[in-house]
C-alpha cells in the first residue's frame, strides 16, 4: 500500500491491536470500518458496502453512531467481537488528527446493554486454565450480575467438556498454550467465542474478590479472567462479587449425556426451553429468580440436610396458600436487583432505573411482613436476611423526582430541596417566568390588548406576540419589532431580553449541575452494591422456593422423603409429558428399586412408554434433589451421587460420530464413573449395530454393572431374550410394560407390570403408523419365520476369570421356545389356516379337524 493519509494511519495502529474483533472507527457521526473489516461486516449487517476516496480507493463501510447498539447486537450474536473506538479528544480544537482510543471491546460474554442479555438466563464469560499436575480450573463470571464461580478439575478433560456443557457460556477464555485438538473441541461442542489471555498479573484492586481463594491454581485461573475483563472493559468494575469455590462432590454430578438426554433446561430436537423440565419448573416471578432455578437445575443436591431445608420451606409455602400468593404478587414488582446493580456499576442507568430500584427496595417490608407469618426456622432465616436499606432508599426518596424522563442530560431529574444550589438556579428560573407571567398581565393591561400573549421559542426567546388587528394600539416606541408571521408581529424589550438571560443561564446551569448530580447519586449507591447483591440473593431464593411450591400444588407433586437404600415411587408421572397431554390421561407407574433387587430389565413393545418409564425416574431424583416436590402420590428416595444416562437420542450430529458409537461412548462412560450410589437408565442399548452384537454387549454390560458395580439401574431392551437374565443375575427384575391385543390391533396401556412381556409388538406399531397393507403382511410373514427359526439365545453362563462368553449355552426353557417346528406340523398349521370356515358345514369342520389332529399326533 502506497502513502496512507494520516487518519489512515491511525486506523491502522489501532487496528493491529484488535485484529480478531470489528474495529468501530469513530468519525464524526458515524463509525466507520474499512478493508477486510468492512466487506464482513457488510456482508454480517446487510449494509453497503462503498470505497473510500473513489473507486479504487479501500473498501468502506458505516453504521451512524446513534443506531450502533443494534448492529453491535448482531455481530456479537453472531460470536463476534466489537472494539469500540472513540474520538476522545474535541474535535474543533484538536492540532492535525483527532486523537482516538477504543473505549470498551464487546465480546460476546462481556455485554452489559440489557436488549443484548436474556432476561431469566445468565450470561457466562468463563476462562479454562490447565496445569502442570494435570487439572484444570474453570472461573464462570456473569459481568451483568458480578457473580464469580471458580471450580477445580482433577480427573481429565473429558470431565471439563462435561462441565462446561449447558451452562450458558458464550466466551470461553484461554491461554495460546492450550493444546490445539482441546481448543477445537472447546469450539465444536461448546459453540463459544473463545479469546485468549496469556499474560497474568494479579490486580490487586481485586484483592477482597480472592479472599477464598487460598490455592496458587484458583488465583491464577482469576486472574486470567480478571485480565482479561480489564483487557476488554477498561474501567473498574465495582459490582464484580467474591469468587465462589464450588466443590464438583458436593452436587448430583450429571454428564453431558444425561443432561442433553433428560432435557432438563432445553429440549434436544429443538434447543429451546419449552418442553424442558425447567419449562414446567419455572413458575418464578422474577428475573433473579428464573435464572437462580436454572442453575439449581443445573447442580442437583448430595447433602440431606440442605435438601431438606429447601423442602420445609417449600412444604410451608405449599400448604399456605393466600400467604404464597401474596408473596408472588410483592416478588412480581421486584426488579432484577443482580443486573441493575451491575449496570449501575458500570455506569448505564438512568434516573428510571434508580426509581425501579426505589420502589424494587420499598417491597421489602411487604415481603418481610409474609415471611414472618411462617414458623419455620428456614423462612424466619430468609426474612433475617432481607435487611431494610434504609439508608439508601432515603438517599433515592430525597434525590429522584417521582416521573424522571429517559436521558440523564435534560435535568428534570432530581428533586427540589436535595441540593442548595440547584434549587437557587430553580429559584431563579421559577422567578424569572413568574416575572415574565406579571409583565404579561402589565402589558395587556396598560395597551388594552386583550389578545397580546408572550410566547418562547428556542430561536427568538422570549416575545411579545400581537396580532395584525391590534398593531395599531400599540404605543410608539414601546417594543422592538423582531419577526412577523402571517397575522401577527412579535416584539421584545431589553427587559425581557435581560430577564431570559437569566432564566436561560439558569436552566443551563441546572441541567448541568443536575447531571453531575446524578452521576454523584449514581457513585454513592456504588458503594451499596454488595447490600443490593446480598438481597437479590435472597429474593431469587424466596423465588424459586415459591415456584416449587407453586409448581408441586398446580401439578399435585408430593414432597419426597429420603431413605437409605430404598427407593419406591406410588404412581409417578413424566412431569412434562403429564403437561403436555394436558387431558389427565397420562398413566402413572411405580418403581422399586432396593438392595436385594436393583436392576430392573424393562421389556415392552415400542412405544409403549419403556423410556418415558426411565427418564420419568430421573426426572423424580433431581426434583427431589434440588428441593421440589414429586410427580407422584408417595415417593421414598435415595440421594444419588450420580444420573448417567444412555437413552435413544437422535444422532450426535455435531461431533459426526454415529449412533452406536454415541452408545458405547455413553455406556463407558456410565460404566467408569458409576459408583454403588449411583443410577444408570440404559434405554435400548446395542440397538445401533446388528442383532448378535448389539445383544451381547447389551447383556454383558447388564452384568458388569450387575456383578461390579451395584448401581441402581433401569435397562430397557427391545432383546426379548435377555428376560432369562432373571434367573442368572440375582438382582436383576423384570417389569414390562403391558400391552393388550384387540380386534388384531396392540392397545398400549402403558402400565408398568412385574415379569417379562411375552412378545415384541414391532409390527403392531408399524400398522399405527399407517404402513401398507401388502408391507405389514410380508413383514409378519418374515417374522413367523425368523421366529421359528433357530437362532441364538443368550448365555447366562457365569462369566469366569474375566472372560467373556457369548452364545454356548441354551437354558432348557430357551431350547424348548427355540426347537424347530416339524415338518408336519407347519404343514397342518399352514391347512389350518387356509380353512374357510364359513364356507364349511358343521360337520365339513368336523372332518377336517379331525384330519390335522391325526397328523400332527403322528
Ligand atoms: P418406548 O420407549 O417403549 O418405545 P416411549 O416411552 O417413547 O415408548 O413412549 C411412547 C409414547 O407413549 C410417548 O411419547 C407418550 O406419548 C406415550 N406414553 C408413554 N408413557 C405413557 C404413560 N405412562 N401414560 C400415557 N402415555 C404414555
Ligand atoms: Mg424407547
Given at each position: 500500500m502506497?502513502?496512507?493519509?494520516?487518519?489512515?494511519?491511525?486506523?491502522?495502529?489501532?487496528?493491529?491491536?484488535?485484529?480478531?474483533?470489528?474495529?468501530?472507527?469513530?468519525?464524526?457521526?458515524?463509525?466507520?470500518?474499512?478493508?477486510?473489516?468492512?466487506?464482513?461486516?457488510?456482508?454480517?449487517?446487510?449494509?453497503?458496502?462503498?470505497?473510500?476516496?473513489?473507486?479504487?480507493?479501500?473498501?468502506?463501510?458505516?453504521?451512524?453512531?446513534?443506531?450502533?447498539?443494534n448492529?453491535?447486537?448482531?455481530?456479537?450474536?453472531?460470536?463476534?467481537?466489537?472494539?469500540?473506538?472513540?474520538?476522545?479528544?474535541?474535535?474543533?480544537?484538536?492540532?492535525?488528527?483527532?486523537?482516538?482510543?477504543?473505549?470498551?471491546?464487546?465480546?460476546?460474554?462481556?455485554?452489559?446493554?440489557?436488549?443484548?442479555?436474556?432476561?431469566?438466563?445468565?450470561n457466562?464469560?468463563?476462562?479454562?486454565?490447565?496445569?502442570?499436575?494435570?487439572?484444570?480450573?474453570?472461573?464462570?463470571?456473569?459481568?451483568?450480575?458480578?457473580?464469580?464461580?471458580?471450580?477445580?478439575?482433577?480427573?481429565?478433560?473429558?470431565?471439563?467438556i462435561?462441565?462446561?456443557?449447558?451452562?450458558?457460556?458464550?466466551?470461553?477464555?484461554?491461554?495460546?498454550?492450550?493444546?490445539?485438538?482441546?481448543?477445537?473441541?472447546?469450539r465444536?461442542?461448546?459453540?463459544?467465542?473463545?479469546?485468549?489471555?496469556?499474560?497474568?498479573?494479579?490486580?490487586?484492586?481485586?484483592?477482597?474478590l480472592?479472599?477464598?481463594?487460598n490455592d496458587?491454581?484458583l488465583?491464577?485461573?482469576?486472574?486470567?479472567?480478571?485480565?482479561?475483563?480489564?483487557?476488554?472493559?477498561?474501567?473498574?468494575?465495582?459490582?464484580?462479587?467474591?469468587?465462589n469455590?464450588?466443590?464438583?462432590?458436593?452436587?448430583?454430578?450429571?454428564?453431558?449425556?444425561?443432561?442433553?438426554?433428560?432435557?432438563?433446561?432445553?429440549?434436544?430436537?429443538?434447543?429451546?426451553?419449552?418442553?424442558?423440565?425447567?419449562?414446567?419448573?419455572?413458575?418464578?416471578?422474577?428475573?433473579?429468580?428464573?435464572?437462580?432455578?436454572?442453575?439449581?437445575?443445573?447442580?442437583?443436591?448430595?447433602?440431606?440436610?440442605?435438601?431438606?431445608?429447601?423442602?420445609?420451606?417449600?412444604?410451608?409455602?405449599?400448604?399456605?396458600?393466600?400467604?404464597?400468593?401474596?408473596?408472588?404478587?410483592?416478588?412480581?414488582?421486584?426488579?432484577?436487583?443482580?443486573?441493575?446493580?451491575?449496570?449501575?456499576?458500570?455506569?448505564?442507568?438512568?434516573a428510571?432505573?434508580?426509581?425501579?430500584?426505589?420502589?424494587?427496595?420499598?417491597?421489602?417490608?411487604?415481603?418481610?411482613?409474609?415471611?414472618?407469618q411462617?414458623?419455620?426456622?428456614?423462612?424466619?432465616?430468609?426474612?433475617?436476611?432481607?435487611?431494610?436499606?434504609?439508608?439508601?432508599?432515603?438517599?433515592?426518596?430525597?434525590?429522584i423526582?417521582?416521573?424522571?424522563?429517559?436521558?440523564?442530560?435534560e435535568?428534570?431529574?432530581?428533586?427540589?430541596?436535595?441540593?442548595?444550589?440547584?434549587?437557587?438556579?430553580?429559584?431563579?428560573?421559577?422567578?424569572?417566568?413568574?416575572?415574565?407571567?406579571?409583565?404579561?398581565?402589565?402589558?395587556?393591561?396598560?395597551?388594552?390588548?386583550k389578545?397580546?400573549?408572550?410566547?418562547?421559542?428556542?430561536?427568538?426567546?422570549?416575545?411579545?406576540?400581537?396580532?395584525?388587528?391590534?398593531?395599531h394600539?400599540?404605543?410608539?416606541?414601546?417594543?422592538?419589532?423582531?419577526?412577523?408571521?402571517?397575522?401577527?408581529e412579535?416584539?421584545?424589550?431589553?427587559?425581557?431580553?435581560?430577564?431570559?438571560?437569566?432564566?436561560?443561564?439558569?436552566?443551563?446551569?441546572?441541567?448541568?449541575?443536575?447531571?453531575?448530580?446524578?452521576?454523584?447519586?449514581?457513585?454513592?449507591?456504588?458503594?451499596?452494591?454488595?447490600?443490593?447483591?446480598?438481597?437479590?440473593?435472597?429474593?431469587?431464593?424466596?423465588?424459586?422456593?415459591?415456584?416449587?411450591?407453586?409448581?408441586?400444588?398446580?401439578?399435585?407433586?408430593?414432597?419426597?422423603?429420603?431413605?437409605?437404600?430404598?427407593?419406591?415411587?406410588?404412581?409417578?408421572r413424566?412431569?412434562?409429558?403429564?403437561?403436555?397431554?394436558?387431558?389427565?390421561?397420562?398413566?402413572p407407574?411405580?418403581?422399586?428399586?432396593?438392595?436385594?433387587?436393583?436392576?430392573?430389565?424393562?421389556?415392552?413393545?415400542?412405544?409403549?412408554?419403556?423410556?418415558?418409564y426411565m427418564?420419568?425416574?430421573?426426572?423424580?431424583?433431581?426434583?427431589?434433589?434440588?428441593?421440589?416436590?414429586?410427580?407422584?402420590?408417595?415417593?421414598?428416595?435415595?440421594?444419588?451421587?450420580?444420573?448417567?444416562?444412555?437413552?435413544?437420542?437422535?444422532?450426535?450430529?455435531?461431533?459426526?460420530?454415529?449412533?452406536?458409537?454415541?452408545?458405547?461412548?455413553?455406556?463407558?462412560?456410565?460404566?467408569?464413573?458409576?459408583?454403588?450410589r449411583?443410577?444408570?437408565?440404559?434405554?435400548?442399548?446395542?440397538?445401533?449395530?446388528?442383532?448378535?452384537?448389539?445383544?451381547?454387549?447389551?447383556?454383558?454390560?447388564?452384568?458388569y454393572?450387575?456383578?461390579?458395580?451395584?448401581?441402581?439401574?433401569?435397562?430397557?431392551?427391545?432383546?426379548?431374550e435377555?428376560?432369562?437374565?432373571?434367573?442368572?443375575?440375582?438382582?436383576?427384575?423384570?417389569?414390562?410394560?403391558?400391552?393388550?391385543?384387540?380386534?388384531?390391533?396392540?392397545?398400549?396401556l402403558?402400565?408398568?407390570?412385574?415379569?417379562?412381556?411375552?412378545?415384541?409388538?414391532?409390527?403392531?406399531?408399524?400398522?399405527?403408523?399407517?404402513?401398507?397393507?401388502?408391507?405389514?403382511?410380508?413383514?409378519?410373514?418374515?417374522?413367523?419365520?425368523?421366529?421359528?427359526?433357530?437362532k441364538?439365545?443368550?448365555?447366562?453362563?457365569?462369566?469366569?476369570?474375566?472372560?467373556?462368553?457369548?452364545?454356548?449355552?441354551?437354558?432348557?426353557?430357551?431350547?424348548?421356545?427355540?426347537?424347530?417346528?416339524?415338518?408336519?406340523?407347519?404343514?397342518a398349521?399352514?391347512?389350518?389356516?387356509?380353512?374357510?370356515?364359513?364356507?364349511?358345514?358343521?360337520?365339513?369342520?368336523?372332518?377336517?379337524?379331525?384330519?390335522?389332529?391325526?397328523?400332527v399326533?403322528?
Open positions: 502506497g502513502k496512507q493519509t494520516p487518519m489512515m494511519e491511525q486506523y491502522l495502529k489501532i487496528k493491529a491491536d484488535y485484529q480478531d474483533a470489528f474495529l468501530f472507527f469513530r468519525l464524526g457521526d458515524f463509525y466507520e470500518m474499512f478493508n477486510d473489516d468492512a466487506i464482513n461486516a457488510a456482508r454480517e449487517l446487510e449494509i453497503t458496502l462503498t470505497k473510500r476516496g473513489g473507486s479504487d480507493g479501500i473498501p468502506m463501510c458505516g453504521v451512524p453512531y446513534h443506531a450502533a447498539e448492529y453491535i447486537k448482531t455481530l456479537i450474536d453472531k460470536g463476534y467481537k466489537v472494539a469500540i473506538c472513540e474520538q476522545v479528544e474535541d474535535p474543533k480544537t484538536a492540532k492535525g488528527v483527532v486523537k482516538r482510543e477504543v473505549v470498551q471491546l464487546v465480546t460476546p460474554g462481556t455485554v452489559m446493554e440489557s436488549n443484548m442479555l436474556k432476561e431469566g438466563e445468565n457466562y464469560i468463563a476462562s479454562l486454565s490447565h496445569f502442570q499436575d494435570g487439572s484444570y480450573v474453570i472461573v464462570y463470571n456473569d459481568l451483568s450480575t458480578g457473580e464469580n464461580n471458580i471450580t477445580v478439575i482433577s480427573h481429565g478433560w473429558d470431565a471439563v462435561h462441565e462446561l456443557y449447558n451452562q450458558p457460556i458464550k466466551e470461553i477464555v484461554i491461554s495460546s498454550n492450550l493444546p490445539e485438538d482441546l481448543q477445537t473441541k472447546l465444536d461442542r461448546l459453540h463459544v467465542t473463545l479469546s485468549y489471555q496469556d499474560e497474568i498479573t494479579f490486580n490487586a484492586e481485586y484483592r477482597n480472592a479472599e477464598n481463594l496458587e491454581r488465583m491464577k485461573a482469576f486472574s486470567r479472567l480478571l485480565n482479561y475483563i480489564q483487557h476488554t472493559q477498561k474501567r473498574s468494575l465495582d459490582h464484580l462479587q467474591p469468587a469455590v464450588i466443590e464438583l462432590k458436593h452436587y448430583l454430578s450429571l454428564d453431558m449425556y444425561s443432561k442433553r438426554n433428560l432435557e432438563l433446561t432445553e429440549t434436544i430436537i429443538k434447543k429451546g426451553k419449552h418442553g424442558s423440565l425447567l419449562w414446567v419448573l419455572d413458575q418464578t416471578v422474577t428475573a433473579m429468580g428464573s435464572r437462580l432455578l436454572k442453575k439449581w437445575l443445573e447442580r442437583p443436591l448430595l447433602d440431606k440436610k440442605r435438601i431438606e431445608n429447601r423442602l420445609n420451606v417449600v412444604d410451608a409455602f405449599y400448604q399456605r396458600f393466600m400467604e404464597r400468593d401474596t408473596l408472588r404478587d410483592t416478588l412480581k414488582s421486584v426488579y432484577d436487583l443482580e443486573r441493575l446493580a451491575g449496570r449501575i456499576a458500570f455506569g448505564n442507568v438512568n428510571r432505573d434508580l426509581l425501579q430500584l426505589k420502589q424494587s427496595l420499598e417491597k421489602i417490608p411487604e415481603l418481610k411482613a409474609t415471611l414472618n411462617f414458623e419455620e426456622r428456614q423462612i424466619q432465616t430468609l426474612s433475617t436476611g432481607l435487611k431494610y436499606p434504609k439508608e439508601l432508599i432515603d438517599l433515592l426518596n430525597t434525590s423526582i417521582d416521573n424522571p424522563p429517559i436521558s440523564i442530560k435535568g428534570s431529574i432530581i428533586r427540589d430541596g436535595y441540593n442548595e444550589v440547584l434549587d437557587t438556579y430553580r429559584d431563579a428560573s421559577r422567578n424569572g417566568k413568574r416575572w415574565i407571567a406579571a409583565l404579561e398581565k402589565k402589558e395587556k393591561q396598560e395597551t388594552d390588548i389578545s397580546l400573549k408572550i410566547g418562547y421559542n428556542r430561536v427568538f426567546g422570549y416575545y411579545i406576540e400581537i396580532t395584525k388587528a391590534n398593531i394600539l400599540i404605543p410608539e416606541g414601546r417594543y422592538e419589532r423582531k419577526q412577523t408571521l402571517a397575522n401577527a412579535r416584539y421584545i424589550t431589553p427587559e425581557l431580553k435581560e430577564k431570559e438571560q437569566l432564566i436561560i443561564e439558569a436552566e443551563e446551569k441546572s441541567v448541568e449541575l443536575e447531571y453531575n448530580l446524578f452521576i454523584e447519586i449514581r457513585e454513592k449507591i456504588k458503594e451499596h452494591i454488595p447490600e443490593l447483591q446480598y438481597l437479590a440473593e435472597i429474593v431469587s431464593k424466596i423465588d424459586v422456593l415459591q415456584a416449587f411450591a407453586t409448581v408441586s400444588e398446580k401439578n399435585n407433586y408430593r414432597r419426597p422423603y429420603f431413605v437409605e437404600n430404598k427407593l419406591n415411587i406410588i404412581n409417578g413424566h412431569p412434562v409429558i403429564e403437561q403436555v397431554m394436558k387431558d389427565g390421561s397420562f398413566v407407574n411405580n418403581v422399586s428399586l432396593d438392595e436385594n433387587k436393583n436392576i430392573l430389565l424393562i421389556t415392552g413393545p415400542n412405544m409403549s412408554g419403556k423410556s418415558t427418564r420419568q425416574l430421573a426426572l423424580a431424583v433431581i426434583m427431589g434433589q434440588i428441593g421440589c416436590f414429586v410427580p407422584c402420590d408417595e415417593a421414598e428416595l435415595i440421594i444419588f451421587d450420580q444420573i448417567f444416562t444412555r437413552i435413544g437420542a437422535a444422532d450426535d450430529l455435531v461431533s459426526g460420530q454415529s449412533t452406536f458409537m454415541v452408545e458405547m461412548l455413553e455406556a463407558n462412560h456410565a460404566i467408569a464413573n458409576a459408583t454403588d449411583s443410577l444408570i437408565l440404559l434405554d435400548e442399548i446395542g440397538r445401533g449395530t446388528s442383532t448378535y452384537d448389539g445383544m451381547a454387549l447389551a447383556q454383558a454390560i447388564v452384568e454393572i450387575h456383578n461390579n458395580i451395584q448401581a441402581k439401574t433401569l435397562f430397557s431392551t427391545h432383546y426379548h435377555l428376560t432369562v437374565l432373571e434367573e442368572s443375575l440375582e438382582k436383576l427384575k423384570n417389569i414390562h410394560v403391558r400391552a393388550e391385543e384387540f380386534e388384531g390391533n396392540v392397545v398400549f402403558h402400565q408398568i407390570q412385574e415379569g417379562a412381556a411375552d412378545k415384541s409388538y414391532g409390527i403392531h406399531v408399524a400398522k399405527l403408523a399407517n404402513l401398507p397393507e401388502a408391507l405389514i403382511e410380508r413383514a409378519s410373514t418374515i417374522l413367523q419365520e425368523l421366529e421359528s427359526s433357530d441364538p439365545a443368550p448365555t447366562t453362563e457365569k462369566i469366569e476369570s474375566g472372560q467373556l462368553s457369548f452364545f454356548v449355552g441354551e437354558t432348557e426353557q430357551v431350547k424348548e421356545r427355540n426347537k424347530p417346528i416339524p415338518a408336519t406340523e407347519e404343514k398349521i399352514d391347512e389350518l389356516k387356509s380353512l374357510n370356515l364359513f364356507e364349511m358345514t358343521p360337520m365339513e369342520a368336523m372332518n377336517a379337524l379331525y384330519r390335522l389332529q391325526k397328523q399326533k403322528m
